[in-house]
C-alpha cells in the first residue's frame, strides 16, 4: 500500500473541476483526494473525519459561518485549509453559455435577490489560497 503524505479531504457534494485538481497535482506533487460528500454539522465532526483520514489539506465548499468556525479549528491539528478563489466571469444570457470551459468553469443556477428571478452567475477557478482566518462582524440592525 502506497502511502500519501499530501492528503486532501474535500467537503462538497460537487465533485472538483479538473483545473481545481491539476492545481493540487502541482502544488502537492503526489497527493490523494478523499471527497466527503455528506452534511456536516460541526467544525468538530470536520476535523474528526480529517484526523481519521490523516488529512493534511481541507477543501471547504461549505457556509462562510461554518468555515470560520472549520479555520479556527484546523488551527489546532495543524491542518491547512484551502479555498477554491472562484472568478465571477458573466451572468450568462445564453444557454449553453458560449464562453463555458468545463476543465474550469461552473455555473451557478440562483434567485437574483432584486427581483426573484433565476440567475445564471458563470465562474471560472483561479486558485487555491490558504484560509488563515474568517472575522465576521455584525452589528445591531
Known amino acids: 500500500m502506497q502511502l500519501h503524505p499530501n492528503i486532501v ?9 479538473p483545473a ?11 497527493y490523494k483526494l478523499i471527497q466527503h460528500k455528506e452534511p ?7 476535523i474528526k473525519l480529517a484526523s481519521q483520514f490523516n488529512a493534511s489539506y481541507i477543501v ?7 468555515i ?12 491547512t ?6 472568478i465571477l466571469v458573466h451572468n450568462c444570457t ?13 455555473i451557478i443556477t440562483s434567485r437574483s435577490l432584486r427581483d426573484g428571478s ?13 484560509l488563515k482566518g474568517i472575522k465576521i462582524e455584525t452589528e445591531e440592525w
Not at 485549509?81 to 472562484?86: K, P, Q, S
Not at 445564453?94 to 461552473?106: I, L, N, Q, S
Not at 433565476?118 to 490558504?130: A, E, L, N
Open 40 to 46: 456536516l454539522n460541526t467544525a468538530e465532526e470536520a
Open 118 to 130: 433565476m440567475v445564471r452567475r458563470h465562474f471560472r477557478f483561479d486558485r487555491f489560497t490558504v
Open 60 to 66: 471547504p465548499v461549505l457556509p462562510l459561518s461554518f
Open 68 to 79: 470560520a468556525y472549520l479555520v479556527d479549528e484546523a488551527k489546532k491539528y495543524d491542518i
Open 9 to 17: 479531504l474535500w467537503f462538497s457534494r460537487h465533485d472538483p473541476l
Open 94 to 106: 445564453k444557454d449553453p453559455c458560449p464562453d463555458f470551459d468545463p476543465y474550469t468553469d461552473v
Open 20 to 30: 481545481q485538481l491539476d492545481y493540487l497535482e502541482r502544488k502537492l506533487k503526489d
Open 81 to 86: 485549509v484551502l479555498r477554491a478563489e472562484m
